[in-house]
């Protein structure tokens, strides 16, 4: 008898581990509220220091051995810039009187307290926008922030915090991007000057943009300069940072139909790649941007531009498990509650020259479809498998076809 009810608690336990934690009575509204926590926990330790002015001061600073020091100059701007991208739909939905508009109020303020002690001169953290390469790359995170919070992180600063920001951003104009998805970078930060203040670089925006219209190769999918690599760069950078420096900048509404599709496709990929169990593929360099790697998808969902066989419940559900799954691995925080280098948990190896503690909160632009508001249907449709749930266990999934343009 104690045998069989050993083996009876082994088998439970093994059921409890092997069946996902979105079949098991966790409806939309739920998962949103465990995913604004996961963010929020991601949050917390960049968001109070910087609006102490404490970040430098307080942040670790893990990278490649040997690499500490280069990487000091830098990590903190890519630590804000790249959080505060993946929050910034859900601050823009802005203050209300439900509990969590009251939360969205407080992290608002904190928001744009941290956007005043980065770009003031003064400031103990003000960051590093001119030296070396780094900071044109989290200049251009930080602006596709404000892009995607207007009301929320621009509109309300005070003139002074708004002149910092953009003289910031004119700053970095002194680094050269790489012939690569680096141009991108130059274009946003000159999509932001153009969008709040005057004197956008229009040069530095059509070059970023005619160049990858070049490298474009078929189904969805770009090069990353003139070639292909298989990695997830498509959703990092290239395909979320070119939509929306096209539809804000050149207002080409036919050039932005031709990349929604693109990108709607890629989106289309990204959901296949979910393994029924919430992994992904290893594939490629920046593996420790976590799931960050399915900002498009997000980006797509929230922009309601999923394609037809995709729905947005079978999106929620895998997101929620990506992320569920990654931010539960024992590792993944260190005692402080700043993330770690590697993919799921603490996997310094995975850790790259470029690679430091601040690089890592690439992950919360996984976060971009909290910018859908709590009653959206996104949140309220039933649970829904994904198509490798789908494929897996039996059921009949659509038929996948190639983009033909």
Not at 198 to 224: C, L, N, P, T
Not at 272 to 285: D, K, M, N, V
Not at 310 to 330: D, F, G
Request: charged share 20%; net charge neutral.
């Amino acid at each position: 008898m104690k045998k069989i009810a050993l083996i009876c608690a082994v088998c439970t336990v093994c059921i409890s581990l092997t069946i996902p934690a979105w079949c098991q009575n966790i409806n939309g509204g739920q998962q949103r509220e465990y995913l604004i926590k996961s963010m929020l926990k991601i949050a917390d330790p960049v968001l109070e220091a910087l609006s102490k002015n404490q970040l430098k001061a307080t942040m670790p600073v893990e990278s490649v051995v040997g690499e500490e020091a280069g990487r000091r100059k830098v990590t903190y701007l890519e630590a804000f810039g790249r959080l505060i991208g993946g929050m910034a739909p859900w601050l823009e939905l802005g203050p209300d009187e439900s509990s969590e508009g009251r939360l969205r109020k407080r992290y608002i303020l904190l928001a744009r307290q941290c956007l005043h002690n980065a770009t003031d001169p003064k400031s103990a953290d003000y960051m590093n926008f001119t030296e070396g390469g780094q900071p044109v790359v989290d200049a251009a995170f930080l602006a596709h922030a404000l892009l995607r919070a207007p009301k929320q992180l621009w509109e309300p600063l005070d003139s002074e915090t708004k002149q910092n920001v953009i003289k910031a951003f004119k700053s970095s104009r002194v680094i050269r991007p790489y012939y690569s998805n680096w141009l991108l970078f130059s274009a946003m930060v000159e999509t932001a000057i153009y969008k709040f203040d005057e004197g956008a670089d229009f040069m530095r925006i059509d070059y970023a943009v005619k160049s990858h219209q070049s490298w474009y190769k078929g189904d969805g999918v770009y090069g990353d300069g003139p070639d292909f690599h298989w990695d997830y760069y498509n959703s990092f950078v290239i395909q979320p940072m070119l939509l929306d420096i096209v539809e804000v900048a050149l207002r080409d509404k036919k050039l932005h139909q031709q990349l929604l599709q693109r990108a709607s496709r890629y989106a289309e990929i990204q959901e296949r790649l979910i393994s029924p169990e919430g992994t992904y593929p290893p594939i490629g360099r920046s593996l420790c941007y976590r799931f960050g790697a399915f900002q498009l998808l997000s980006q797509i969902a929230l922009q309601k531009a999923l394609p037809k066989n995709v729905s947005p419940a079978q999106v929620r559900c895998a997101l929620y498990t990506v992320i569920k799954k990654q931010i539960e691995a024992p590792g993944t925080f260190d005692e402080n509650g700043w993330l770690t280098i590697g993919m799921y948990g603490h996997q310094a190896g995975l850790g790259e020259p470029y690679i430091s503690t601040g690089s890592l909160y690439l992950c919360s632009q996984a976060y971009l479809v909290l910018g859908l508001p709590e009653d959206d249907p996104f949140w309220s449709e039933p649970n829904a498998a994904w198509t490798q749930k789908k494929l897996w266990s039996g059921q009949a999934v659509p038929i996948d076809h190639a983009l033909s343009h």
